[in-house]
Structures are given as C-alpha cells and as structure tokens.
Nanobody, 123 residues
Framework: QVQLVESGGGLVQAGGSLRLSCAAS????????VGWFRQAPGKEREFLGC????????YYANWVKGRFTISRDNTKDTGYLQMNSLKPEDTAVYYC????????????????WGQGTRVTVSS
C-alpha cells in the first residue's frame, strides 16, 4: 500500500487559510484516489472530500460549501487540501487517505492513511 504523510497544519485565526499536503511514497500515487477526513475532539471522523486518481473528478461533503478545495500533483506524488475562511469549528486533526478503487466515502473505503496533521482555528 501507499504510505502517506500529511503536513501543513498549525494555528490560524478565524477567516484565515491553510493548505495541507499529503505526500505519498511506496506505490504509484497516480493509481490511487485520495480522500480527506477530519476528526474533531470528542467527535467521529468525518469525510471532507476526495479526488480521483487523475484529478478529473472531485467530491465534497455538503458542509464544505466551497470553502475547501482538493487537488493533486501526480508529478510530485502529493495531494493538497486548500482551506479558506476557516472557522473555530474547523479545529480538528486532518487526515488524508488513499484507495485504488473508489467505492464510497466512508473511512472503511480507504485502505491507506496518514498520521494526521492538527489544525487549530482561533476565534
């Protein structure tokens, strides 16, 4: 399976932006769809969005409402999550995940996971 490492998290003020990266190694990154999830303290992990292996299609959870954008650069074996207009309720650990066959948007539909990167949004 592909190995994933997230980076780019940190502390940001409400209304600010962050770009998270998901660096892949070990297998052919371009063979995998990449999903993004987050888990806030005391809450279940939730799906945010995903991008197909070639970047032609992206899917987002309804609550994203245009604030977040998922992209990828297969030449760099890296996926990205651009987050704008951040709110305190976006505070969470953000994870990227990968699957060779995109069957759904549940956590169990993705077989490879990164360790997560923490995002804290201050009010």
């Amino acid at each position: 399976q592909v190995q994933l490492v997230e980076s780019g998290g940190g502390l940001v003020q409400a209304g600010g932006s962050l770009r998270l990266s998901c660096a892949a190694s070990g297998r052919t990154f371009s063979s995998y769809a990449v999903g993004w999830f987050r888990q806030a303290p005391g809450k279940e992990r939730e799906f945010l969005g995903c991008i197909t292996w070639n970047g032609d299609n992206t899917y987002y959870a309804n609550w994203v409402k245009g604030r977040f954008t998922i992209s990828r650069d297969n030449t760099k074996d890296t996926g990205y999550l651009q987050m704008n207009s951040l709110k305190p309720e976006d505070t969470a650990v953000y994870y990227c995940a990968a699957t060779e066959t995109l069957r759904g948007f549940r956590s169990t539909d993705f077989g490879s996971w990164g360790q997560g990167t923490r995002v804290t949004v201050s009010s």
